[in-house]
């Protein structure tokens, strides 16, 4: 359909016609034959009909969906998805109303300063371009090679999965300076009292080839010009650059490094230095 004028036409189209711009084939004679079935059994006349059909159809069955969904947030939540504007926002008062938790705020604008400068983001790449599976249920499998598999796998839910997680609500404080890393390293991980630490942490060298495509601990930088590599410059071909900040991991040795004590457990863990 690239004109008006198809809308007029009073047949459906050959299943030559029919083409899906994500695959970049045709469609099935099964699919074509469910298209004419359609056509007959609702007496269209031309295109435009088919067309509004297809849209009436479309509307319905997403009104159905999700006239299902307000009812199982009724009926678990009691709230009316309708009146919040997204699915977080939704997620947020369920969860106030469910728990019947207060929470309370900073008072200390130095604790609110002191948490948004931990604040980051996550981290989304891929650092590995190729990866080559060898192994005996590939028919290209070289014996004399080492034995290699690739998996793939998925995690899913994952804000769902750090909602469930104890999350903070109040009693908001700062510790003593005399903090030890026994001490640290010895808070269990289901504790009833969370930790935000800022640290200085060294990165020892040995780490470094074993760490090189994930490193621990990113930072959010300014990336100037002459961090860029010899290949990013190049792809610039004497255009102008823009520093930006990015989330970036690095193996740099952190000055005032404030995160979470379970990362920071995860990080001496894996040979990180305090």
């Given at each position: 359909?690239?004109?008006?004028?198809?809308?007029?036409?009073?047949?459906?189209?050959?299943?030559?016609?029919?083409?899906s711009?994500?695959?970049g084939?045709?469609?099935?004679d099964?699919?074509?034959?469910?298209?004419?079935?359609?056509?007959?059994?609702?007496?269209?006349?031309?295109?435009?009909?088919y067309?509004?059909?297809?849209?009436?159809?479309?509307?319905?069955?997403l009104?159905?969906?999700?006239?299902?969904?307000?009812?199982l947030?009724?009926?678990?939540?009691?709230?009316?998805?309708?009146?919040?504007?997204?699915?977080p926002?939704?997620?947020?008062q369920?969860s106030?109303?469910?728990?019947?938790?207060?929470?309370?705020?900073?008072?200390?604008?130095?604790?609110?300063?002191?948490?948004?400068?931990?604040?980051?983001?996550?981290?989304?790449?891929?650092?590995?371009?190729?990866?080559?599976?060898n192994?005996?249920?590939?028919?290209?499998?070289?014996?004399?090679?080492?034995?290699?598999?690739?998996?793939?796998?998925?995690s899913?839910?994952?804000?769902?999965?750090?909602?469930?997680?104890?999350?903070?609500?109040?009693?908001?404080?700062?510790?003593?300076?005399?903090?030890?890393?026994?001490?640290?390293?010895?808070?269990?991980?289901?504790?009833?009292?969370?930790?935000?630490?800022e640290?200085?942490?060294?990165?020892?060298?040995?780490?470094?080839?074993?760490?090189?495509?994930?490193?621990?601990?990113?930072?959010?930088?300014?990336?100037?010009?002459?961090?860029?590599?010899?290949?990013?410059?190049?792809?610039?071909?004497?255009?102008?650059?823009?520093?930006?900040t990015?989330?970036?991991?690095?193996?740099k040795?952190?000055?005032?490094?404030?995160?979470?004590?379970?990362?920071?457990?995860?990080?001496?863990?894996h040979?990180?230095?305090?």
């Amino acid at each position: 359909m690239d004109s008006h004028q198809k809308f007029d036409e009073e047949r459906l189209p050959s299943i030559d016609s029919f083409e899906s711009t994500l695959t970049g084939s045709g469609i099935s004679d099964e699919d074509y034959r469910h298209a004419q079935t359609v056509w007959n059994y609702f007496n269209l006349k031309n295109m435009g009909e088919y067309h509004d059909l297809y849209v009436k159809c479309d509307v319905l069955q997403l009104a159905d969906v999700f006239e299902n969904f307000r009812k199982l947030c009724q009926h678990y939540y009691g709230l009316d998805c309708v009146h919040l504007f997204t699915a977080p926002g939704l997620a947020w008062q369920s969860s106030l109303k469910m728990t019947d938790q207060p929470l309370e705020l900073f008072t200390d604008i130095n604790m609110h300063m002191f948490v948004e400068k931990g604040i980051r983001g996550g981290i989304s790449v891929i650092t590995k371009r190729f990866s080559q599976a060898n192994n005996k249920y590939l028919p290209n499998f070289d014996a004399s090679k080492s034995i290699k598999h690739i998996i793939y796998l998925d995690s899913n839910n994952l804000y769902g999965a750090s909602m469930v997680k104890s999350l903070p609500y109040g009693g908001f404080e700062w510790i003593s300076a005399d903090v030890t890393l026994d001490w640290i390293q010895s808070i269990p991980q289901d504790s009833s009292e969370g930790y935000i630490f800022e640290v200085d942490l060294k990165y020892p060298e040995e780490l470094h080839d074993i760490h090189n495509d994930y490193p621990l601990a990113p930072e959010k930088m300014d990336i100037k010009f002459e961090d860029l590599s010899e290949f990013s410059k190049a792809v610039l071909n004497g255009m102008k650059y823009t520093p930006s900040t990015k989330l970036v991991p690095n193996l740099k040795d952190k000055k005032n490094y404030i995160t979470y004590y379970k990362n920071l457990q995860f990080y001496l863990k894996h040979g990180l230095k305090l």
